[in-house]
C-alpha cells in the first residue's frame, strides 16, 4: 500500500511538472499573439511601463531605474575582464592583444548577458510581484470579469516595453563596459594606449554589434515573459508570491544561459572569428 502510494505521488508529481510547463508555454503564446492588440488599445500602459523599467518611480540613486543598475554592473564585470585578459596575455606575452579580447568578450558575451541579469532581478521580480499581487487580491478575475483581456493588458504590454528599454539600457551596459575593461589595461596596468585602440576597433565589426543586440532583446523577451507568468498564475497569498518571484528569477537566470550558448552558436558559428584579424 506504501509502494502504492509512493508511485501516486511521483506520477502525480510528473503529470504536474508537465501542466504547469503547458501553462507557462501558453502563456508566453498568449503573451506574444497579444503585442500587436497592447500597441492599438493599451499604448498609453505601455509607455508607462517603458518609464518605469529604465528609470523607475525615484531617481537612479534611490531605488529607481535600471539603467543606473547596469551601468555599475557591466563596469565591475568588465573589469574583471581586463584584469583576467591583462593576467594571462602576460603569461604569454601577448598584452597587445588584450584590446582585441575586450572587443570580443564584451560584445559578444557579457554585454548582453549582464543587461539581461539586471532586467531579471530589477525588472523581471517586479512584474512578478505586481502581477502576482493582483492574483491573489482577484484583480486579474475583475478584468476578465469586466471582458478586458487581461494577457494583452497585464503581460504584453510589459513585454513591449522591456523589449523597447533593453536597447538603451543594453548600449549604457556596453559603453561602460569599454571603458572599464580600457580604464584596468591602459590607466592600471600601463599598456599603450595606441595598441589598445587599435586592435580593440581592429576587432570590432558592426556585425558584432547587431548581433549583441539581438541576442540582448532576446533575453529581454525571455525575461519579461517568464516573470510576467510567473506572477500571472501566482497562488498561495503573499508567501505564494514571494515563492513565484524566487523560481521566476532561477528559470529566467537558467533561460539565458542556456540561450546564449544557443545563440552564440547560431550567430557565430561553432568556428568563431575575429574580423580584420582573419584568425579562425
Request: hydrophobic fraction near 55%; include cysteine.
Amino acid at each position: 500500500m506504501t509502494q502504492a502510494r509512493a508511485v501516486h505521488r511521483s506520477l502525480t508529481g510528473v503529470v504536474d511538472a508537465f501542466a504547469t510547463v503547458g501553462r507557462h508555454v501558453v502563456f508566453a503564446v498568449e503573451a506574444i499573439a497579444g503585442v500587436p492588440t497592447a500597441l492599438r488599445r493599451y499604448f498609453k500602459h505601455v509607455m508607462y511601463h517603458v518609464g518605469e523599467v529604465s528609470f523607475g518611480y525615484a531617481s537612479l540613486l534611490a531605488g529607481g531605474g535600471t539603467i543606473g543598475i547596469v551601468f555599475a554592473m557591466s563596469a565591475v564585470a568588465a573589469m574583471m575582464v581586463g584584469v583576467e585578459t591583462q593576467r594571462g596575455l602576460e603569461l604569454i606575452g601577448m598584452t597587445s592583444l588584450s584590446g582585441m579580447l575586450s572587443a570580443l568578450a564584451n560584445t559578444r558575451e557579457l554585454a548582453p548577458v549582464v543587461a539581461s541579469i539586471a532586467l531579471a532581478a530589477k525588472v523581471g521580480t517586479g512584474f512578478t510581484a505586481q502581477l502576482g499581487a493582483m492574483r491573489i487580491s482577484d484583480e486579474i478575475d475583475a478584468l476578465d470579469a469586466m471582458a478586458v483581456k487581461s494577457v494583452p493588458f497585464l503581460a504584453s504590454t510589459r513585454l513591449i516595453a522591456t523589449a523597447v528599454c533593453v536597447v538603451p539600457i543594453y548600449m549604457v551596459g556596453l559603453l561602460s563596459a569599454f571603458i572599464a575593461t580600457r580604464l584596468v589595461v591602459v590607466t592600471f596596468q600601463g599598456n599603450s594606449a595606441g595598441t589598445y585602440d587599435y586592435y580593440f576597433h581592429l576587432a570590432l565589426s558592426p556585425a558584432d554589434l547587431w548581433y549583441s543586440l539581438a541576442k540582448a532583446v532576446v533575453f529581454a523577451v525571455i525575461v519579461g515573459i517568464v516573470h510576467c507568468s510567473y506572477g500571472y498564475h501566482a497562488t498561495g497569498g503573499p508567501e505564494g508570491v514571494g515563492r513565484a518571484a524566487g523560481r521566476a528569477l532561477r528559470t529566467s537566470i537558467l533561460a539565458i544561459g542556456i540561450t546564449d550558448v544557443v545563440l552564440t552558436f547560431a550567430l557565430w558559428g561553432l568556428v568563431p572569428t575575429v574580423p580584420g584579424v582573419g584568425l579562425a
